[in-house]
């Protein structure tokens, strides 16, 4: 098949996934190409596409995507068009809510002209993640659900995301199937920490959300008992916000910026894993660190139970400082358990979650999808606002 991957931010887990499936794809003699955006990236973004360009006979392009909807919409779907159209897909796959959009929108650009491109979409949380009941949120679900019709497949990386699409938006029509991230077996050689690796570790995205400040807080509650080094990777809008509530905190001495790198390299950093989002779709980071033998503390958000389960690893609420305290007492004063529940973890994950699994679901779904599509009658898709 001829396939094109397109998405907005090569950064975070979208964009592990994305490089995974495409480098797979690619690897069983598919031939793939990528469309990102060009507005957004980190430092690490430039290496990771120059690492996997040789393996993409359509190659990597980059066009201006913003977040929020704008005008600026217009002119990146016709490009997504033009593009998609110069390259006689098989397959456009978008992921994330404005990855999903422009290749939606392509392949039903391409079929009026009498082109058959099947269009899937992953979400990824996409336009999900909005507050609901918000002018944002209703713009974004009605258009999801206008782009339903121009669907050919919906494919979810966990059960929770599946149950949130269906609850925002509906059961529309479009085929779904769940497909879990998976990981290489690289992933799986353990890690050795530092001598001088901190207590706890976090990697992530440095935004409200990632629940960073939570951390700093319980951190900072436990200070006159225990000395809890922290060592937080990452960056992003609230980094400046982060380290002023650190120092703020009195914490200057026992928790350290990082800045962003490798999850690989950074688990060298830390002892234990400490995931305390507000919410989450299925986090890679937690995988990563499973894979990699860490021991975990993480909040019972999204589909990190769906990680966990059929193991002894507990999660805690989200949002609780009191909580995510006692965990770090709990699990820093018996190290050598929380290790033995970290190799339980990692003994389901790398039965259950690998790229290779993933890859041979999402192929055969798009052969799939593509089948039971044909078989739906034809729905022509509504404007915007249009009623009935």
């Known amino acids: ?22 480098a797979e794809q690619a690897n069983r003699g598919h031939d793939v190409g990528i469309l990102a955006g060009n507005t957004v990236e980190d430092r690490l973004t430039a290496g990771k596409l120059a690492a996997l360009l040789p393996k993409l ?4 392009s980059r066009i201006p995507m913003r977040r929020m909807p704008g005008l600026g919409d217009f002119a990146a779907a016709h490009a997504a068009f033009r593009h998609a159209g110069e390259l006689e897909l098989d397959v456009i796959h978008g992921h994330g809510a404005k990855g999903g959009a422009y290749a939606r929108l392509a392949s039903y650009g391409l079929s009026v002209t009498g082109r058959d491109v ?20 209703k713009l974004l679900l009605s258009v999801e659900r206008n782009l339903d019709s121009m669907t ?32 290489g077996p690289n992933d799986f050689i353990r890690v050795a920490t530092n001598a001088d690796a901190t207590d706890v570790l976090f990697i992530g995205e440095l935004r409200q959300i990632k629940g960073v400040d939570l951390l700093l807080k319980a951190v900072a509650q436990l200070r006159p008992s225990r000395a809890v080094t922290a060592t937080i990777v990452g960056s992003g809008p609230d980094g400046d916000a982060l380290r ?3 120092t703020s905190l009195g914490l200057d001495d026992i928790v350290r910026f990082a800045g962003a790198m490798p999850a690989r390299e950074a688990f ?11 919410a989450e779709s299925f986090p890679y980071v937690v995988l990563e660190a499973s894979a990699a033998g860490l021991p975990l503390i993480a909040t019972d958000v999204g589909g990190i139970p769906e990680i966990v389960a059929g193991t002894d690893t507990q999660l805690i609420a989200a949002g609780s400082v009191d ?5 770090l007492i709990d699990t820093l004063g018996d190290i050598d358990k ?18 290779a699994a993933m890859t041979e679901a999402v192929l055969d779904f798009y052969e799939e999808a593509a089948i039971r599509r044909a078989r739906l009658p034809l729905r022509v898709p509504k404007l915007l606002g249009q009623r009935g």
């Open 57 to 60: 006979s359509l190659g990597i």
């Open 118 to 137: 099947k269009s899937f979409y992953t979400p990824h949380g996409g336009s999900l993640n909005f507050k609901p009941g918000t002018l944002e949120s």
């Open 268 to 278: 060298k950093l830390g002892r234990v894993m400490v995931v305390p989002s507000l």
């Open 244 to 246: 002023s509530l650190a």
């Open 323 to 327: 909580a995510l305290a006692f965990a």
């Open 152 to 183: 050919t497949g919906l494919i979810f990386e966990s059960q929770y995301a599946a149950q949130k699409y269906t609850s925002h938006v509906g059961a529309l029509g479009a085929p779904q199937r769940i497909v879990p991230n998976g990981l």
């Open 338 to 355: 929380a290790r033995e529940r970290a190799n339980r973890v990692r003994a389901k994950v790398e039965r259950t979650f690998t790229v």
């Open 1 to 22: 098949m001829r396939i094109l991957h397109c998405f907005r931010a090569p950064v975070g887990g979208l964009f592990r996934h994305v490089l995974d499936l495409a």
